[in-house]
């Protein structure tokens, strides 16, 4: 039986898993720099997010938010199905006792009892249950790893509402200065039409476009009402306002670091999680091979008793045995090679899964990277376009006033202007967000696995 054993440890009954050869080269994308070092994805959120304001609601949401509760308790599933699997290894026992009361033809009625305890020890030769073990030690694992993903995901959902609302903040205040701006322009045109200088056509053309804006006021609000439910939803509230700071206020690290994509199989949740799949699948198949081999258990009572014939009488005697049983498949239709194959498929299912979400996450760090750079190369472009569209409209009113240059160049200048400004804001925020998923994309932080697990 110790040959038998040793000759199945080449059909990896006992092989501990080891992680199948993936390539990481130009992961993140060709052109990307790349260098073991610290990255983003490494800050503390506290670092990450500096506003006092974000960081109280960050807080509040990684106490209320159903989805991290429902984590935790998912953790403890998988704990308790671990600390089950470990005391397979020992054996049982079950106190059983017995007692009947008998009378053959009218006879005066016998009674008898046992009082045994019975114990139970299957010997794990075959590595049956060390696989199910190691298999439940990967599912406590991914768990963990699934908890520390929705908390990662939390944090940077709510910091990306909280700065989609400072966005809105923003562009709601440039247009609303806009309408006053164009109430002022469409009272000019007034005056100047009384004065024989313009035509009912401009004054009206002024006018329309001033309710245009106003109409977008109205949008905006119901935007940021909308955004503001969204993330009570994640803090686990009811809708109320957000107290939030300004746009121009937030600072975020400017360095963009990514490290080597290799640091992502150990920063990224979701990536630990999928390998933590493929190796509860490798061990699922170690399991089904094992079950092809024989199982032996050993089996015993020890008790007291009055029932084992006529040398045994009231008070009852102690009586003890010990069986042992060796179980060895012999014909089954061969259901038990069929479960190999299916859990075989499923560990190849699980090792293309396991690349795939690979190749996402550097999709995802690349696209994340590609959003702040650019928005960060747009910024000094956009200061020099909102400067000369200033100019432009400046210019452009004083000729309407003194020469004959038609409404129609004013209208362009301003609508443009005021185009620019919103443009300007949604860069900003592109920046932001950029840097939040890039944040993410890198893992998150690891300091929030040691929160996590400690319940912080």
């Not at 070092?37 to 490494?42: A, I, S």
């Not at 974000?54 to 998988?78: F, K, P, Y």
């Not at 009218?106 to 010997?123: D, G, I």
Request: charge should be neutral.
């Amino acid at each position: 039986m110790i040959a038998a054993a040793a000759a199945l440890c080449g059909c990896g009954i006992y092989k501990p898993y080891t992680r199948p050869e993936i390539k990481t080269d130009d992961l993140y994308g060709a052109g990307v720099a790349t260098a073991d070092t610290l990255t983003l994805g490494d800050a503390h959120w506290h670092e990450m997010f500096s506003d006092k304001e974000l960081q109280q609601l960050i807080e509040l949401g990684l106490q209320n938010n159903t989805d991290i509760r429902s984590a935790h308790l998912r953790v403890q599933e998988a704990e308790a199905t671990l600390k089950s699997a470990r005391l397979a290894y020992l054996p049982s026992f079950n106190f059983t006792p017995q007692g009947t009361v008998s009378s053959f033809d009218l006879q005066p009625a016998v009674k008898t009892y046992t009082v045994p305890v019975t114990a139970s020890w299957q010997l794990d030769i075959f590595g049956g249950i060390t696989n199910a073990k190691r298999r439940a030690r990967a599912l406590y694992e991914q768990s963990s790893e699934y908890r520390r993903a929705v908390r990662v995901q939390l944090i940077s959902g709510i910091a990306n509402l909280y700065y989609t609302l400072l966005m809105l903040d923003e562009q709601l205040e440039v247009s609303t200065q806009t309408v006053d701006k164009w109430r002022q322009s469409t009272q000019m045109m007034r005056d100047l039409k009384q004065a024989g200088m313009a035509t009912e056509a401009a004054v009206a053309q002024y006018e329309g476009n001033t309710y245009a804006i106003e109409a977008s006021l109205y949008d905006l609000k119901y935007q940021i009402r909308q955004v503001e439910n969204s993330l009570c939803t994640l803090l686990g509230q009811a809708p109320h306002t957000i107290a939030r700071g300004k746009l121009e206020a937030q600072r975020l690290p400017e360095s963009l670091a990514t490290g080597v994509p290799l640091q992502m199989l150990t920063n990224r949740p979701d990536i630990k999680a999928a390998e933590y799949s493929l190796m509860q699948a490798y061990y699922a198949t170690a399991e089904a091979r094992s079950a092809l081999y024989p199982s032996i258990t050993l089996s015993g009572t020890a008790g007291w008793t009055n029932s084992a014939g006529s040398a045994i009488v009231n008070p009852g005697k102690f009586l003890w045995s010990v069986v042992g049983q060796l179980v060895q498949p012999i014909f089954n239709a061969g259901a038990g090679r069929a479960r190999v194959k299916i859990m075989k498929a499923q560990q190849e299912e699980a090792r293309l899964a396991f690349g795939q979400a690979l190749l996402n996450a550097g999709a995802e760090v690349n696209n994340a990277l590609a959003q702040t750079q650019s928005a960060r190369a747009k910024n000094e472009l956009r200061r020099n376009q909102i400067a000369a569209l200033e100019r432009a409209v400046e210019s452009t009113e004083l000729l309407m006033r003194y020469s004959p240059t038609t409404y129609v160049e004013v209208l362009t200048a301003e609508q443009s202007l005021l185009a620019a400004r919103l443009s300007q804001i949604a860069d900003r925020f592109d920046e932001l967000q950029g840097a939040v998923n890039l944040y993410r994309s890198l893992g998150g932080g690891r300091d929030e696995a040691v929160e996590a697990e400690t319940g912080k």
